[in-house]
């Protein structure tokens, strides 16, 4: 019995210590998640949080007000391409533009079915080069939204876009890729 009454009075209280220090943290762990996981859902949209999203005149408002228009030039080449065996003819209006830093811009691509029958299709895009991308700013697109074009139809398809001022399109940088980007838009066929 003499063994209990030490272990009782020096080792119990000491593991009691020891074993409620990790419930005691992750107690107050659990207690912390629930508002930084709203917050989490919130700014992500996960677990079903609507995020509002602007309109497209909320967008040119606020590329507007975020600072006056660059002198320099950027050029924003259009290429355009089809999958392998889908039957439409698909071009941009444009080859080129040329928007300053904080402006906006719209362009077209044409989109021709050749076939005689009806196919809908869907677009996706790629910037280069990827240090452009990150501040190239898509308003309205075609892209990623289904197209139906009956036998013989053409249909002109905008886009909106703008370069937003940054490090890689100021004027006091000289790298060459800056001064350019390419917009590659392709259509893939769904049906």
Not at 24 to 31: A, I, L, N, P, W
Not at 66 to 84: L, M, W
């Amino acid at each position: 019995m003499a063994w209990f009454r030490v272990f009782r009075k020096t080792l119990l209280p000491s593991c009691l210590k020891r074993s409620q220090r990790p419930h005691f943290g992750s107690s107050q762990g659990s207690y912390a998640a629930v508002p930084l996981y709203q917050r989490f859902c919130q700014a992500t949209g996960y677990g079903g949080t609507v995020n509002r999203q602007e309109t497209v005149e909320e967008k040119i408002a606020r590329h507007n007000q975020d600072g006056a228009v660059s002198a320099r030039e950027i050029v924003v080449q259009f290429n355009a391409d089809v999958a392998d065996g889908m039957q439409w003819k698909f071009t941009p209006t444009q080859r080129e533009i040329r928007v300053k830093p904080g402006e906006s811009a719209l362009a077209f691509y044409t989109a021709e079915n050749q076939s005689s029958n009806p196919i809908t299709g869907v677009s996706t895009y790629n910037i280069t080069p990827m240090k452009a991308a990150l501040y190239f700013n898509k308003i309205q697109c075609f892209c990623f939204e289904e197209q139906r074009l009956l036998p013989g139809e053409q249909i002109d398809m905008p886009i909106i876009e703008a370069i937003l001022r940054n490090p890689c399109f100021s004027d006091n940088r000289g790298e060459a890729d800056a001064n350019s980007c390419n917009f590659q838009a392709r259509s893939y066929d769904i049906a």
